[in-house]
């Protein structure tokens, strides 16, 4: 059964990406040990663990978890048991195979509403993307029942409530959002439905420095990201290098797609793309006042 948000937005289990290959893992170099500097970051839930280890999480995503380190990832944010949570934009539900089960109703998954898209290939994607978390949803009733999701419309978005939330994440959009021209009504958005002292984690491919706002690479820059989130009123806590990669140099002739999970290469080049793995990303934690 789907659980209400209580505004009056239309709710639905909705969708993103397709899962990427288990090719594209095999053979991957391992990727550099996470080393966290300077962090304060709490102790992880123990219901996180159980998350992390639950059979429902596909194969493919479990391998990612070397790139992704979602253990200390999570607990860098500071998410716990007992918080609403929203996700922005779930994608194919790589953190949603994580957070649902163990948030249970704290979970929010903020979806594009595919209405609030022009017809074309933008509202293809949206419809898509719902659909796919839909099905996601639907054929693991045990573990998302109770996800609550929401949708929005990225140029004016309301992700619920004023001040309902304790915490706001996103990973490995803000690229998208420039490119739209919508960033700072989503940040503005995330800055409403969070609680005073509420968390915005932000995790985002890391350029080597600023980059223009038409830059199609999928690479953004740590100060840009920080600039965003400024304006919009939050307060930068910390900025970690759990999520780091300090093999790739962040000039793909295909941008972050050339990498792994999704390697837009030419195949003679595999080896070389597998040793660096996947991209450099920025790891941040805002703070509401």
């Known amino acids: 059964m789907i659980r209400s948000l209580p505004l009056a937005l239309t709710l639905l289990l909705c969708a993103c990406a397709a899962t990427p290959a288990a090719d594209a893992q095999a053979g991957a170099a391992d990727a550099p040990p996470a080393k966290p500097v300077g962090l304060s970051m709490r102790a992880p ?3 996180l663990d159980q998350a992390l280890a639950g059979a429902w999480r ?8 070397r790139y992704r380190h979602p253990r200390e990832t999570l607990a860098f944010f500071g998410i716990e048991t007992g918080q609403t949570v929203v996700e922005i934009t779930p994608g194919g539900g790589w953190y949603a195979e994580i957070l649902a089960p163990w948030l249970r109703t704290g979970y929010v998954a903020a979806v594009v509403d ?6 074309g290939r933008a509202r293809d994607y949206a419809t898509r993307s719902r659909d796919g978390l839909e099905a996601l949803f639907a054929a693991k009733p045990a573990q998302f029942s109770d996800a609550r999701v929401v949708l929005y419309d990225p ?3 309301v992700f619920g409530p004023a001040g309902s939330a304790d ?4 990973f490995r959009n ?8 919508v960033a700072g009504a989503m940040f503005k958005g995330f800055f409403e439905v969070l609680k005073p002292g509420g968390v915005l984690g932000v995790v985002e491919h890391r350029a080597a420095g600023d980059v223009a706002d038409d830059d199609r690479s999928g690479y953004v820059g740590q100060d840009q990201v920080i600039a965003l ?3 919009a009123g939050f307060r930068l806590d910390q900025a970690s290098e759990i999520n780091a990669n300090p093999r ?7 941008g972050v797609w050339t990498l792994p999970p999704v390697n837009n290469h030419d195949a003679e080049d595999r080896q070389m793309y597998q040793a660096i793995g996947e991209s450099d990303r920025m790891t941040l934690r805002f703070i509401k006042p």
């Open 58 to 65: 596909s194969p493919e995503n479990v391998a990612r978890d």
């Open 248 to 254: 790739d140099p962040r000039n793909h002739p295909n």
């Open 45 to 47: 839930d123990p219901l």
């Open 114 to 119: 595919p209405q609030a898209r022009p017809e």
């Open 174 to 181: 803000v690229h998208n959002w420039r490119a739209d021209g």
């Open 229 to 231: 989130a400024t304006a």
């Open 167 to 170: 915490a706001v994440l996103t």
């Open 155 to 157: 140029a004016a978005p």
